[in-house]
């Protein structure tokens, strides 16, 4: 356990006055720990509106840094911190998942996000499964409809 997970040893009130002054990536990190660990509600609740009100300061081109004699402080966002101008260095895919994607690890995405669709096969049927939609010079609905019949369903 290091410095920033300790943390979530507190209290749900102990956690929640902790966070001020925490970076994104350290709210992000002590949301994955508190979810494989206690997994409290108010933790992840807490976590949650911190992270969203990060993530709208970055937005606005500020971060915040450490607190100064207990009150929240923000800066000017470092240019780093919102550069999106060069390459982000993300490792090709080397794999497939089974679903087709290629496997590639991008760090800090919240899998949990509404935005994050982290099983996109979830509730769909084998013969689903199977359907390629990957022609380039027809519509999906015909693609389906010759394979469909192809297999006589």
């Known amino acids: 356990m290091n ?3 300790k943390l979530l040893d507190g209290s749900i009130d ?40 990060a993530d709208k300061n970055r937005a606005q081109g500020v971060v915040e840094v450490e607190p100064r004699d207990g009150h929240r402080q923000f800066a000017p966002a470092i240019a780093s911190d919102l550069d999106n101008s060069a390459p982000a ?4 895919a080397d794999a497939i998942d089974t679903s087709g994607a290629p496997q590639q690890i991008v760090p800090d995405v919240d ?37 469909l019949a192809a297999r006589g369903q």
């Open 14 to 53: 102990d956690v929640k006055a902790g966070l001020a002054g925490k970076s994104h990536d350290d709210l992000l990190k002590l949301k994955a720990a508190e979810k494989g660990g206690k997994d409290r509600k108010g933790v992840l609740d807490a976590l949650d509106a911190a992270i969203g009100e």
């Open 111 to 147: 899998m949990t996000h509404p935005a994050v669709d982290a099983d996109p096969r979830a509730n769909t049927t084998e013969t689903q499964n199977r359907i390629d939609f990957n022609d380039p010079v027809k519509p999906g609905h015909e693609v389906v409809e010759e394979q």
């Open 3 to 5: 410095d920033l997970t």
């Open 89 to 92: 260095g993300i490792a090709a």
